[in-house]
């Protein structure tokens, strides 16, 4: 990719600075007397908080599903900022990104270092201003320590969430164009409850290190449990990926057998992901948006080979049967409890906008939107992948079917969402080998938008009395 | 029928030792009450209040899914904090024994049953009490136990430095979950016939991350009392919350990992290719014996998951094999639907040791014996477990299942592994009873 561009670079030297200016502002407020930051007992902590903070760092990778996970190295800046002051966290906050032990790129890890020393210093200085106590040791009593050390702490700690999503935002602002203001809210949202623990954890650190007298040692103790739940956690997140990988892995094989739909459901399952991209969908909904891609077309497995093949002149009593094969997916995978919210997209993913769908003839909104993003990337998936009567249309034709039939069979925002996404991944049309088409035979293929006429047709005939 | 018999009393020893503890316990106190004036309670009545509260609290969160294995994790900690605890809020040394440890616990638990037994939910009482037994044993041996001069460690650790002090209690919280796990293993061991020595290795290795933390939770609590009081207590269990919190979602996912496999294996009955229902009761049966025959969990969990998929190579079949019985396909095709699964197994890039047993599935026994391969125990128990259900069906009537049995037998040794089908006429007998 090579390096990063020229505003992102005088950023991060800016970011640097601004951390410098931090430290020395802090070096020049609190000399070095006994009682301050770097002092004999100080430097002892110090050396003890940076390698926990080296070690807490690690393992960044705990962010599972994008919405749990901690970072212990924010809870070590915390306990520091009260133990040694506006330097030292600075100190602990630097080293630990300095010293990160997985490859980064350079400028990554500048950044991160100038960024949580910037913070830790911020966070030191807004501690003292807030009435806190560095000679933590020479206070007891719930309220004195309340007062001196938890109020402060928490003041601090707002102040390094904030100032985190800051920084974070104009990185993110400069290199992928994101607005800031949507990144901080979005980052307040999503780890803001995290730093309220941190907070919390940070002051239990620190009145087991200093007023319960227990000393470094109290690390191994209040992070003992913290380390049981990040490894659930991983653990969590290795199941998660795994079951989703058994998930398609399992249908995709049991889709083996017509060559038609062989691949299809991963597809979709793509062309979701890429469209949740555009649609600003929740964690949840993304997740549920992909299984039911994945599973859309289960219920097929239920319908009689022989239907699926018949190419020509399927009689109502077929198409009904067709028609079926949404319920009967939802029926297959009724018992899994994770899917509970992807089932009504499997059941909705044929209806269409102008009520003339199946199952429930659902008119425009009615259908959940999960449904309506899968009826337009089956129907997108359909169009460019060969058929025995045509080839795979290109991706221009596909998106150019689709806006004709934007407002009747789709919904035209969601037509617009698929081709912004496009415009990010370049998608490739299917194309099938002849020879295999010809051993395949013929086929209907029901995600065709023109089978869509074709049942819509005959559901509207069949209510007509 | 001779393990059945000695799996019950296990669960009623264990219940009566627990009850005689209880009582044992308010018989100490009141005889101290009576006999030494000196032992006030009242100063102690607010700090053992919020821990007894704290105590039912956690017992209402009881993890349900999971079947053993610290299922109530904050108030096993707040018991042991009690158990630990060495000054009173208000920095004064605190004298209790073990009796009113014990006895707080007790009438916790049976506070904390109290909307279980209103919604007439079923209760484990062996939990309760392997429980009680665990913190009794960290009680007495902080509180009872004289380590030097007739000393016990609450009377020593006065002149202790804080960090030894923790370190002792982590020791010996530690040491009584071990035991308590170790109570657990042996009623499981009686459920399930399974070896104890097994069991305890399982419980052991699945609990160790939560007894660590509920060691280390129960100390520091404990240490934390003396500056900050009882406000501690709920302060510094909080960690712990996170990590049940996480344990209970890590059990979740594996929950629905499991069901999401047993449903996904009923896909090749939906497309005709097997006789529903027959996946599940072939990984039923493997999953008995599996046990019978003294399997780790994770290779009961795999046995369980390869049994339940053993049939999916049948989707690369052009044409399914009538009724789906693969025991009466010829050999090549056998080998080639084993194959088959296997790959497709292999695919999802989770489940290598699944794929391993599947692609095993069918070899005969007599290649261990004549040419000493090595073949998984876990595919053994398949193709025996397998060949059964297909001959003798869904709902088998006596006749059906002895002759399924008898022509098992005639493949003794040199189809069938002789251990498995052994394990297979006792999981049957144990079934009739």
Redesign the interface.
Known sequence: MGGPPLAASAYIAAVLLMAACLAVLAWRTYPLTNNSPLADNDAVTLVVLGVLGVLGSTSKEDNVGGR?G?SFASIILLAAVALIGPLGAAAVGAVTYLMVFEKQRFEVRVFNLGMTAAAGAAGGFVYLMAGGSTEVSAM???ST?MLHVGLPLAAADVVICLLNAVILSGIVRLTRGTPMRRFILGMLETSGPAYI?YG??GF?FV??WV????????A???L???F??????V??GD?????E???S??????E??DVYTRGHSERVASLCDLMAGSLVLSHQETEALRFAGILHD?GK??IPTRVLRKADRLSGADLDRIATHVA?GVE??R????LSDSTDAILHHHERMDGLGYPAGLRGEDTPLLARIIAVADAFDSLTTSRFHRDACTVAEAVAELRERAGTQFDPSIVAALERGLVRHPWEPTRLEPALMVTAGRAFDHDDPAASDLMAGLAGSEQAP | MRRRVRAVPLETLSGAFALVLTLGALAVIRWRLREFPTFEIRPLLPMTGVFLVVIVIGELFRVRQEASRHTAPLATAAALALAMTVACPN?TAVSYGAPLVVAVTAVAMVLGLIPSLVRRRPIRLTDLANSLVGITIAAVIFRELPISDGRTMLELQAGW???LL??VM?LICAFALTVEVLLVAAVRAGRSQAPLLRTFQDEFTAAF??T??L???G??VA??E????V??IP??L???V??Q???R??SA??R??G??????S???E??GYTEPGHASRVAELSRAIGQQLGMSEREVLDLEYAAL?HD?GQ??LTEPIPGGATVLAAPADQRQIAHDGAE??R?????DNVAVILEAQTTSYRQVRELGEDLPLASRIIKVCNAYDDMAGSRPIRARRDAAMERINLGLGYEYDPRVVDALVRVLERGKN
């Open positions: 749990i901690f007891g009593g719930v320590l623990g919390l954890i239990l009145i087991l007023p319960a007298g227990v000393g470094p040692a109290s191994v103790l209040i003992a449990p913290l049981v739940a990040r490894w659930a956690f653990q969590y199941e998660q990926r795994a079951r990988r058994t998930l892995a399992l249908v995709a094989a049991v083996t057998k289960i497995l239920a009967s297959m995978v018992d899994i409890e994770f | 920095g430095p804080a960090d923790a370190l982590v991350g939560l660590a933390a060691s280390t939770t100390a520091i240490l934390a003396r500056p900050l009081g406000v501690a302060l510094f909080f960690p712990l996170l990590t919190f996480a344990v979602r890590q996912i594996r629905t990992y069901q999401m496999i047993r449903t996904l009923r896909l090749t939906f497309g998929l999916i989707v690369s497709i197994v695919q999802t890039g989770v489940l």
